[in-house]
């Protein structure tokens, strides 16, 4: 008999559970209660203030227009998130190269001469890439035919009289 009555008391402990539940939850009719709703943004849909219900799906970035500059970010015109950084610098293969090799931008060459051999019909090369720095020309200049020094180097020749 005490089995029936322990038994009996967890059935009515239980059956007094799902009514309080039900009561709470308004006996199975639909909750009062009424969606406060923030618009969806790009990361997350629409979305209720208090019971963080969603509808529908974040809108998605929106890239902004690209200036082919590497080292400008790329940001979404909605809410200005970083969508590609912007590298810290142009990078160049050396100091001769005159195109990014990230994006369109150029710049003037910087070429470092060798050293100069004072032979004015001696093209002055590039150390690092070997352009042309300073033509040569295509003879030495004297002012006449006695004249035994180059008017343009420290060559010289032999007077002829």
Do not use: I, Y
């Amino acid at each position: 008999m005490k089995h029936n009555a322990h038994l009996l008391s967890l059935v009515l402990v239980a059956l007094l559970l799902l009514c309080s539940l039900a009561m709470l939850n308004g006996c199975g009719k639909e909750s009062e209660h009424v969606h406060e709703w923030v618009d969806a943004n790009c990361v997350s849909p629409k979305t209720c203030k208090s019971c963080h219900e969603t509808q529908g799906n974040p809108l998605g970035h929106s890239p902004m227009a690209d200036d082919g500059d590497c080292t400008t970010p790329v940001l979404c015109a909605t809410c200005q998130t970083v969508l590609t950084a912007g590298q810290p610098s142009h990078t160049f293969d050396n100091a001769c190269d005159t195109s990014c090799n990230a994006c369109s931008h150029t710049r003037e060459a910087s070429h470092t001469p060798m050293a100069d051999d004072d032979d004015c019909t001696t093209d002055v090369l590039c150390s690092v890439c070997g352009v042309v720095v300073t033509e040569g020309s295509a003879s030495h200049t004297f002012d006449h035919a006695c004249d035994t020094s180059c008017n343009a180097c420290s060559h010289t020749r032999e007077a002829s009289h």
